[in-house]
């Protein structure tokens, strides 16, 4: 079972709280926005407001006077700043205020969400700790758990890795346990499924959980290669629960499977060459490509129904030109780009080809 509602009051709350916490707790002695770059390095994802640029090379430091000297940028903890609004730091200069709080903050919204998740679905017979026939649980359902599992995971390694950072770990800490908590959340639902009759532990969700907080820090990694491209979620009230044509009536949006899409974007200008970048308009630069998947015919019979496949926009809401001088707005972008915005899609599926505004 996938755990959407989870991502997304994990999100919220943690949204408010880092914004409460800039306005009334920024340290006052160092601002990143003034930290400059000065490496070709792209895998840091560096924010493109960054445009000084110094050749150390071509200076003649013997010649420089002492004021000169004091003039030239000042680089603490060889910091670099990040296109979601914190920085990669190679050595921890951790805030434990900050650190604590977010704990706590992800501990009581882990237990809020998981009372939730106990007064809606774990409310069935329980039994001994089982496990699912791998072949049958994943056939189940066009494999749109599984993708919500892999997207889940993801989202939550992120979001956690940019909390890590914020509080002052460094960058390559804050990837590792990053991940380490996004996959442990999910394996708390893993472990919860497992004493309930109706479900069970599923070895194909722990994959796909794994496979997700994976990806995280392999992008993270190698972000030349994989920071173009980014996991994304939409969804609409499907007609098979309007129509009430599900065997087992929905609790939630996490239980209609055929409203959900599940996406993989593309950004191209991630990929172009410096020369390129230099004149491309920076109000292109978000624009991508989104390829999705969604299923039907899946709400009476889980094991039945077909696949429908996507192409269409997208954007990369951290390229957009906007909201770049202050860094909670920054996160508060790259946090809601996990959503697909409703843009011309064209849908292919055995009813054949349809064109159009899709979410």
């Given at each position: 079972m996938i755990d959407i509602m989870n991502l997304v009051i994990n999100k919220v709350s943690v949204l408010l709280f880092i914004t409460l916490s800039c306005v009334f707790g920024q340290d006052s002695n160092l601002d990143s926005s003034t930290i400059i770059n000065y490496s070709t390095v792209s895998r840091f994802h560096l924010s493109n407001e960054i445009t000084y640029h110094y050749n150390y090379s071509s200076l003649n430091r013997f010649k420089k006077s002492k004021n000169d000297i004091a003039s030239q940028p000042t680089f603490i903890n060889s910091e670099r700043p990040l296109i979601d609004g914190t920085s990669w730091k190679e050595y921890p200069d951790i805030n434990y205020f900050r650190l604590s709080s977010m704990i706590g903050i992800i501990g009581v919204t882990n237990t809020v969400a998981y009372m939730y998740q106990r007064n809606v679905w774990y409310t069935e017979e329980t039994t001994v700790f089982h496990s699912l026939e791998f072949i049958n649980d994943w056939n189940k359902y066009q494999q749109m758990d599984k993708f919500g599992h892999f997207t889940d995971a993801y989202f939550t390694s992120d979001l956690t890795g940019k909390i890590y950072r914020w509080s002052g770990m460094s960058g390559n800490t804050s990837v590792w346990v990053g991940a380490l908590t996004g996959w442990a959340w999910m394996l708390e639902i893993e472990l919860?499924?497992?004493?309930?009759?109706?479900?069970?532990?599923?070895?194909?969700?722990?994959?796909?959980?794994?496979?997700?907080?994976?990806?995280?820090?392999?992008?993270?990694?190698?972000?030349?290669?994989?920071?173009?491209i980014h996991p994304k979620f939409s969804w609409h009230k499907s007609e098979a629960w309007k129509e009430n044509r599900?065997?087992?009536?929905?609790?939630?949006?996490?239980?209609?499977?055929?409203?959900?899409?599940?996406?993989?974007?593309?950004?191209?200008?991630?990929?172009?060459?410096?020369?390129?970048?230099?004149?491309?308009?920076?109000?292109?630069?978000?624009?991508?490509?989104?390829?999705?998947?969604?299923?039907?015919?899946?709400?009476?019979?889980?094991?039945?129904?077909?696949?429908?496949?996507?192409?269409?926009?997208?954007?990369?809401?951290?390229?957009?030109?906007?909201?770049?001088?202050?860094?909670?707005?920054?996160?508060?972008?790259?946090?809601?780009?996990?959503?697909?915005?409703?843009?011309?899609?064209?849908?292919?599926?055995?009813?054949?080809?349809?064109?159009?505004?899709?979410?």
């Open positions: 919860s499924d497992a004493f309930m009759s109706e479900w069970g532990f599923s070895w194909g969700d722990m994959l796909a959980n794994t496979a997700g907080s994976a990806f995280y820090v392999l992008q993270q990694f190698n972000y030349d290669a994989l920071g173009g599900y065997h087992k009536d929905p609790q939630a949006l996490i239980e209609d499977y055929e409203g959900m899409t599940f996406w993989l974007t593309i950004n191209p200008h991630h990929y172009f060459p410096d020369s390129w970048k230099k004149n491309y308009s920076e109000w292109l630069a978000p624009l991508g490509l989104a390829f999705g998947v969604s299923a039907k015919d899946i709400a009476y019979y889980p094991w039945g129904g077909y696949k429908e496949y996507f192409i269409g926009l997208d954007i990369d809401l951290r390229k957009l030109p906007i909201w770049n001088d202050w860094n909670l707005f920054k996160f508060m972008k790259s946090e809601i780009n996990f959503l697909r915005l409703p843009l011309p899609t064209i849908r292919f599926s055995p009813n054949g080809t349809w064109f159009g505004f899709y979410f």
